[in-house]
Structure formats: C-alpha cells, structure tokens
C-alpha cells in the first residue's frame, strides 16, 4: 500500500495530539526526497519526516522543527519470510532499542490499516487473537476410546476417511514461493518447535535417549533438509498442526479445525505425519505396535488419501517429518505418562525412518524395533 503525506500528517496528528505541518520527506541516507521517497519506503526503506508542530498547539515545541524516522521491515529470505515475521521485528525492536544506552529512541509502533491510515500501536503491552467458538469433541477422544475398549466403530472409519479427504482438498492448492519452502524445511530442523527444540526439551540424562542419540536425529534432519531444498514445487496450503486435539467433531463426520500453525503454506507430508502418527502412537499404548483397529484406521486413511491426491514423491519426502512428531509423542515434558516401552519405540522409529531412502507405510511397524 502506497504512503502519502497526507496519511503521514493525519498519524503524526493524532500522536501529537495537535496538529502538524509536514515540511519534507526523505529517503534515510540516499537522498531520495519526495513522492520518490514514498515509492522508495514500500522496499523498506527508512524515511525521515521533518514537521513541525502548529504554533496554536499548547505544546512548548509548537512552531519548532521536529524530525522522526519511519521504518518498514522488509520481507526477505533471512528470517523475515512471512508477514508475522515482519510484525514481530517491529514489536522486538520497539522493546529494545529504549533499553540500552546510547540507542536511538523508539518512540512508537505504526500500524498501517486496510483502509490506509497509518495508526499508533505504541501503548499496546501484549496482543491477544479473538475467535469463533465453535462447540465439538476432540478427535483423540474418539481415539482414546479405542484404545481403551479395543474396538472401533463404522463411524470411526467414516471419520478418518473425512480428515483424509480434508487434506487431500486443502493440499491441492499449490503454491510458487521459494523462499518460504526453504523457511519452512529450516523451521522444521531449528525452529524452537521444530526438531532442535524438541531435543533441547528432554532431559540431560534421560536414559532413552543420550545427548548422541538427539544429536544423531538432528544431523539425520539437516542432511534432509538439504534433501529437499530442491523441491519447491511441493509448497501447498497446509494446516501446520493437523493432530487430534486440534479437530473438534461436531456431529458425525461433521468437523472444524483450530490452532493452524508455523503459516499458512508447507509440506503436505507435515499434515499428514501428524495426524497418522497418532494411530501408531495409540497402537503402541495398547498392543506395542500399530495393530487392531488403529492400524485399520491407518491404512484406511493412507489409503483414501493416495486415492484423492497422487502424490509419487511423497513417501521419499517424509521421513522428517515423522521423526519430527515422534520427538513430540515421546517427549516426557509433553507426554509424561508414556511408558518406557512406548516413548522407546517412538524414539527408534524416529532414528530408523530417517533412514530409509522410501517411507514403507504399509510397514510402519518395521521401523520400530532398536
């Protein structure tokens, strides 16, 4: 969105409380002044605004020159790859420049509205997000069920194969963004919820699993990482999250989903990792393995989902991920009641499946064992 000086004068207004006379506008450092200048701040650019308070305002520097910067943060491909990035560089920066001597001051958080006005944000402390409710049951409390009766249900098979065909929909839409895919391979070895920071959260002595056994999984997932840079036409839509507690059913097959996570663009196989890693997860709680009507239930979903969207490279893409959402399953801080047996087994198929070159779902239960 274009700035003019019009805008900037009505926000420099109401952040004085009185009104200003804008006197001339400037690209920082490059000389650019003028209506250049203003094309020169949508690359992020910073402008100096020189003004002056109107001497009719009760203010002891009425009719004296006064000057500010306004800064935008750009997008680019170190860090600030997504608008929410951008947001949290301003909200960082106002939080710190004032704290350390000698820092040029920050003196307030500019909003820049749908409608064009440029708004103050500077006495805002925190933000908080605002949602529909929407009443319904988790799905892992149907999965709890069965893991503890046994037995599933024709309605349980109905609604796996619903949450198939919603991802098979939503990953069909595609998107062209390098930047973003090489974003979300890096979130998902280094992020703080990505695979490093599910290492750091274990135990330093935490018997299943040694300081070498979480470094093994991190290296494991770097050399993938760089696997699979290349592969930036696989950047879709995704939820991000796609796990149990995070789809509530309504009434039968009937479900919405909440907390989309990490964006709105990635990896299918990060959705589809997550939610069928909770088959085997439960599985393993009740028989030791995927077996019963957990592993019906997977194969049932694999199954549906390769039917509604081929996909040939998929099972030679996830094998991160899966390890990536066993660190979490077998995570004692996440899940401290887990048996050693179960947070074991998780632990090998996260070490194993990083190994093998094609991702055998037909034969997860092989990559189980030490």
Same mark, same amino acid.
């Given at each position: 969105?274009? /700035?003019?000086?019009?805008?900037? =004068?009505?926000?420099? @207004?109401?952040?004085?409380?009185?009104?200003?006379?804008?006197?001339?506008?400037?690209?920082?450092?490059?000389?650019?002044?003028?209506?250049?200048?203003?094309?020169?701040?949508?690359?992020?650019?910073?402008?100096?605004?020189?003004?002056?308070?109107?001497?009719?305002?009760? $203010?002891?520097?009425?009719?004296?020159?006064?000057?500010?910067?306004? *800064?935008?943060?750009?997008?680019?491909? !170190?860090?600030?790859?997504?608008? @929410?990035?951008?947001?949290?560089?301003?909200?960082?920066? !106002?939080?710190?420049?004032?704290?350390?001597?000698?820092?040029?001051?920050?003196?307030?958080?500019?909003?820049? &509205?749908?409608?064009?006005?440029?708004?103050?944000?500077? #006495?805002?402390?925190?933000?908080?997000?605002?949602?529909?409710?929407?009443?319904?049951?988790?799905?892992?409390?149907?999965?709890? *069920?069965?893991?503890?009766?046994?037995?599933?249900?024709?309605?349980? *098979? =109905?609604?796996?194969?619903?949450?198939?065909?919603?991802?098979?929909?939503?990953?069909?839409?595609?998107?062209?963004?390098? /930047?973003?895919?090489?974003?979300? /391979?890096?979130?998902?070895?280094? #992020?703080?919820?990505?695979?490093?920071?599910?290492?750091?959260?274990?135990?330093?002595?935490?018997?299943?699993?040694?300081? $070498?056994?979480?470094?093994?999984?991190?290296?494991? %997932?770097?050399?993938? *990482?760089?696997?699979?840079?290349?592969?930036? #036409?696989?950047?879709?839509?995704?939820?991000?999250?796609?796990?149990?507690?995070?789809? /509530?059913?309504?009434?039968?097959?009937? !479900?919405?989903?909440?907390?989309?996570?990490?964006? %709105?663009?990635?990896?299918?196989?990060? $959705?589809?990792? +997550?939610?069928?890693?909770?088959?085997?997860?439960?599985?393993?709680?009740?028989?030791?393995?995927?077996?019963?009507? !957990?592993?019906?239930?997977?194969?049932?979903?694999?199954?549906?989902?390769? =039917?509604?969207?081929?996909?040939?490279?998929? +099972?030679?893409?996830?094998?991160?991920?899966?390890?990536?959402?066993?660190?979490?399953?077998? @995570?004692?801080?996440?899940?401290? &009641?887990?048996?050693?047996?179960?947070?074991?087994?998780?632990?090998?198929? %996260?070490?194993?499946?990083?190994?093998?070159?094609?991702?055998?779902?037909?034969?997860?239960?092989?990559?189980?064992?030490?």
């Amino acid at each position: 969105m274009d /700035l003019n000086p019009a805008m900037i =004068e009505a926000y420099l @207004s109401r952040w004085q409380d009185g009104a200003v006379q804008i006197e001339g506008i400037s690209e920082l450092g490059g000389g650019t002044s003028g209506a250049a200048a203003l094309k020169a701040f949508g690359y992020g650019r910073p402008l100096r605004i020189d003004y002056r308070l109107s001497p009719s305002t009760a $203010d002891a520097r009425s009719g004296q020159p006064q000057q500010v910067v306004l *800064r935008q943060v750009s997008r680019n491909g !170190f860090g600030r790859e997504r608008a @929410s990035d951008c947001v949290a560089e301003v909200w960082l920066d !106002f939080n710190a420049f004032n704290r350390l001597d000698r820092h040029v001051q920050a003196q307030d958080i500019v909003g820049l &509205t749908r409608d064009g006005r440029l708004e103050s944000l500077g #006495h805002v402390e925190s933000m908080l997000l605002l949602t529909a409710y929407v009443p319904g049951q988790p799905y892992a409390d149907d999965l709890l *069920r069965i893991r503890d009766a046994g037995v599933s249900t024709e309605l349980d *098979r =109905e609604r796996a194969l619903a949450l198939a065909d919603y991802l098979a929909a939503i990953h069909a839409v595609p998107h062209d963004d390098p /930047l973003l895919w090489r974003r979300r /391979l890096r979130d998902l070895v280094g #992020h703080g919820e990505g695979i490093m920071g599910l290492t750091d959260s274990y135990p330093r002595d935490f018997p299943l699993a040694t300081a $070498d056994d979480l470094r093994a999984i991190e290296d494991a %997932a770097n050399r993938w *990482r760089w696997k699979l840079k290349p592969l930036t #036409h696989r950047l879709c839509q995704v939820h991000g999250d796609f796990h149990p507690f995070n789809v /509530l059913f309504t009434e039968r097959t009937g !479900f919405t989903v909440i907390d989309r996570s990490r964006g %709105a663009w990635g990896e299918p196989a990060d $959705d589809l990792s +997550c939610m069928t890693i909770n088959y085997l997860f439960f599985g393993l709680q009740r028989y030791g393995r995927l077996a019963g009507p !957990f592993e019906a239930l997977y194969r049932a979903f694999w199954t549906r989902y390769l =039917e509604r969207r081929q996909d040939a490279e998929l +099972c030679a893409v996830i094998q991160p991920w899966f390890a990536w959402r066993a660190l979490v399953l077998a @995570s004692p801080q996440w899940y401290s &009641t887990l048996s050693d047996e179960t947070r074991r087994a998780l632990l090998s198929f %996260a070490r194993n499946v990083m190994r093998q070159e094609h991702f055998a779902w037909q034969e997860i239960n092989s990559y189980l064992s030490a």
